[in-house]
């Protein structure tokens, strides 16, 4: 039985874990995609873990301030020839306040379903939910961009064990180089909220990279980041993490009026 999830694997909008405050337009699509190499130690029965992934992720705007959003995982596992497949997000987003003004944050509510499918590392045993308020803060005209993810995540229907409930907070970093189409980004946060069982402690996990912006419509990333990921339970029944390492190549295009 395998435990685990990648951190990328949020419907976060790429490169980031943690989410910005903004949604798609009415019609409008977001389309996303990144392939990742991943490294998973060896910890007591979990196996040692080397896989070749590849993520694609839709957002809709299917009403005036609501956004659908589904996405998964599927990768190949170097180190026993199985085809890995993460468990299927499903996430809707709503704006409540969208500031005009630099510093003033925008602020929008996002809730997600993670069902219990998959298989090999990229599996996590349990039903996962998740209710963030998600904050994104602009300075410098844009050239500093600070988004702040809180909320509750929680895993549900896990085998022979308890449902296990957290606190969830991310805080990203977006800023501008030479110019606006290069831009460097940080991350940390305690998990990924689709796997809640992940780095129990806040800023265990991290992301750090850079951002390439092509167009108001179409950027690409790259970025390495590592985490404590859930291993499983020990004699005691006590949680068991093993710290990972991943690196990923995204890109993200945007579709306006897609019918």
């Given amino acids: 039985m395998f435990f685990v999830i990648s951190s990328e694997v949020s419907l976060a909008a790429l490169p ?22 991943w490294h998973l130690p060896k910890k007591n029965e979990q196996e040692l873990g080397n896989l070749i992934g590849g993520y694609f992720g839709a957002s809709y705007g299917v009403a005036k301030n609501l956004e659908l959003t589904f996405g998964s995982l599927v990768g190949y596992n170097f180190h026993n020839s199985n085809v890995a497949l993460s468990n299927p ?10 500031s005009r003004e630099q510093a003033i944050p925008s602020v929008a509510l996002e809730a997600g379903y993670v069902d219990k499918r998959g298989r090999d590392q990229y599996f996590d045993s349990a039903t996962n939910t998740y209710l963030l308020g998600v904050a994104t803060s602009k300075f410098f005209d844009d050239d500093l961009i600070i988004h702040v993810n809180s ?5 549900h229907n896990i085998d022979q064990q308890s449902n296990v409930s957290r606190l969830h907070l991310g805080v990203a970093f977006d800023v501008a180089l030479n110019s606006d189409q290069i831009r460097f980004i ?10 809640p069982r992940d780095s129990p402690g806040f800023f265990h996990s991290y ?11 179409l950027s690409f990333h790259i970025l390495t980041g590592s985490q404590p990921t859930f ?29």
């Fill in 231 to 259: 291993a499983g339970y020990d004699t005691n029944n006590e949680m068991l993490y093993r710290r990972t390492q991943w690196l990923q190549v995204g890109v993200r295009k945007i579709i306006d009026d897609l019918f």
């Fill in 89 to 98: 997000i499903f996430q809707a987003k709503t704006m409540v306040y969208t």
């Fill in 16 to 37: 980031f874990v943690t989410d910005d405050a903004a949604i798609a337009d009415l019609n409008q699509m977001s389309l996303e995609a990144f392939s990742e190499y």
């Fill in 207 to 217: 992301q750090v990279g850079f951002r390439f912006v092509k167009s108001s419509n």
């Fill in 186 to 195: 940080a991350e940390s946060y305690n998990g990924t909220p689709n796997s």
């Fill in 151 to 155: 909320g509750v995540k929680s895993s």
